[in-house]
């Protein structure tokens, strides 16, 4: 267990909806990472907050959005969902902002978007 | 742009025996670091192993240790007497720092690794 936890652990939704997804990162830590795993793009870095502040962006499709709230804890934000966003959606934590720190992955929220 | 390469898309190996999966990666950062992480058929990604561009030693953890060749720009995990509970894929990964100095907190993965312990 990597202390990051992730709700929910599945989730079935249609096209055009919208879902939220949540993480809480590991006591202590103040960053947190989102990653999508997908078949076709393998792991992709989407976004990282550190502290409250949005610290680096990657691949994130303007489709999503994301935040970290005072208590640390993050949501990820997914709308006008599209078939090809189902995928594994990780959240991980460290305590720093970065470099070399370790990330620790949550157990991922699978999306099946029908 | 960093990049991370795994050319092995599956290995197999006899429990009890060393198996070796290769990484190679570019990046034109002076300092980054290592990972390899586990993803068994379950999902979750676990931390195995770290390497910093500047340790001198191979990281090594359990039966986990990391054959570092800068040169080469490589960073093979190798998995000492294996375990049923080995076979998982396993992922390479890179983050680096800036010349400035301001680090980048995402990682970057390769395509992974499948690995098969046989009995």
């Known amino acids: 267990d990597s202390g990051v936890t992730q709700t929910p652990k599945h989730l079935i939704t249609a096209t055009g909806q919208r879902v939220t997804l949540r993480c809480s990162p590991r006591s202590g830590d103040l960053s947190v990472y989102w990653y999508q795993q997908s078949l076709d793009q393998g792991l992709q870095f989407l976004i990282q907050?550190?502290?409250?502040?949005?610290?680096a962006k990657g691949n994130i499709l303007e489709r999503f959005s994301a935040q970290q709230f005072p208590d640390l804890h993050s949501e990820l934000n997914l709308s006008s969902l599209e078939l090809g966003d189902s995928a594994l959606y990780f959240c991980?934590?460290?305590?720093?902002?970065?470099?070399?720190?370790?990330?620790?992955f949550g157990p991922g929220t699978r999306l099946t978007v029908l | 742009a960093q990049k991370i390469t795994q050319t092995q898309p599956g290995m197999f190996v006899q429990e009890k025996e060393a198996v070796t999966l290769d990484c190679t990666y570019d990046t034109s950062d002076q300092s980054y670091g290592l990972f390899w992480y586990k993803q068994p058929s379950s999902g979750e990604m676990i931390f195995l192993i770290y390497q910093g561009s500047y340790d001198e030693q191979n990281a090594t953890e359990g039966r986990y240790s990391l054959n570092f060749q800068k040169a080469r720009k490589s960073a093979n995990l190798v998995i000492s007497a294996s375990q049923l509970g080995d076979s998982a894929m396993y992922f390479c990964?890179?983050?680096?720092?800036?010349?400035?100095?301001?680090?980048?907190?995402?990682?970057?993965f390769g395509q992974g690794t499948i690995l098969t312990v046989h009995p």
């Open positions: 907050y550190y502290n409250g502040e949005e610290r």
């Open positions: 991980a934590s460290s305590f720093t902002s970065g470099g070399t720190d370790t990330q620790y």
């Open positions: 990964a890179m983050c680096t720092f800036n010349a400035g100095g301001t680090s980048y907190g995402k990682l970057t």
